[in-house]
């Protein structure tokens, strides 16, 4: 499996390293197969500006690599936005969220001008909905928001002893009907209390590469 990550962060890199500039910025998504794309990417820090990072520990990693993070309200534009997924369908919409950063990550990526999604091919499906769907909600909501999931046939678990980079909680949602994934993902954001949920089908990648 390693390798798999391995060898689609160096295609993203093949892709990628022709294209920076001594002025772009890179959006940095989070997980393993990104941190083997860090690992790539740092050969070629002196070519490209800095990063904006959505995760704590996606942060931490690039400046081991001596790569510049900057605060994404300090930044005009970033040029490109890699990150991995949980499942990729055929129409390129995705799951995102399994270590529990897709709000941010969804931040930086509609930020970007062009979202790439590196993945191995474990991770295609033809439709969304077998990974288990991770809803950021308020604390306080957390109750408010599951019975309402559960109206809507999902079985929400709490992520118990997990808090997100902004302090707040995960529900995992098995069940739901994603047959429509983009309807889907503004329903669940209309809940109140729910901060965003790990559907990317409003901002799909434009770019997926596959080991």
């Known amino acids: 499996m390693s390798g798999s990550k391995i060898n689609v962060a160096k295609q993203a890199i093949e892709f990628?390293?022709?294209?920076?500039?001594?002025?772009m910025i890179l959006g940095i998504g989070t997980g393993t197969t990104v941190n083997f794309f860090i690992e790539e990417l740092?050969?070629?820090?002196?070519?490209?500006?800095?990063?904006?990072?959505?995760?704590?520990?996606?942060?931490?990693?690039?400046?081991?690599?001596?790569?510049?993070?900057?605060?994404?309200?300090?930044?005009?534009?970033?040029?490109?936005?890699?990150?991995?997924?949980?499942?990729?369908?055929?129409?390129?919409?995705?799951?995102?969220?399994?270590?529990?950063?897709?709000?941010?990550?969804?931040?930086?990526?509609?930020?970007?001008d062009h979202f790439i999604c590196i993945v191995d091919e474990s991770k295609l499906v033809k439709q969304l909905g077998e990974f288990p769907l991770p809803i950021e909600v308020i604390p306080e909501s957390r109750s408010l928001v599951s019975r309402k999931i559960v109206s809507m046939g999902g079985t929400p678990i709490y992520r118990q002893s997990f808090i997100t980079d902004q302090g707040n909680q995960i529900i995992d949602v098995k069940g739901l009907d994603l047959s429509d994934s983009l309807k889907m993902e503004k329903s669940l954001n209309s809940i109140a209390g729910v901060v965003d949920n790990g559907i990317f089908a409003i901002n799909k990648p434009k770019t997926v590469f596959v080991a």
């Open 42 to 112: 740092k050969a070629f820090k002196h070519l490209f500006k800095g990063a904006v990072s959505s995760s704590e520990r996606s942060t931490a990693l690039l400046k081991e690599a001596g790569i510049i993070v900057y605060d994404l309200n300090n930044i005009r534009e970033i040029a490109f936005y890699i990150d991995g997924a949980d499942e990729v369908a055929d129409d390129k919409s995705l799951i995102k969220g399994g270590g529990g950063a897709h709000t941010r990550e969804k931040i930086v990526a509609s930020a970007s």
């Open 16 to 23: 990628l390293h022709r294209k920076l500039s001594s002025e």
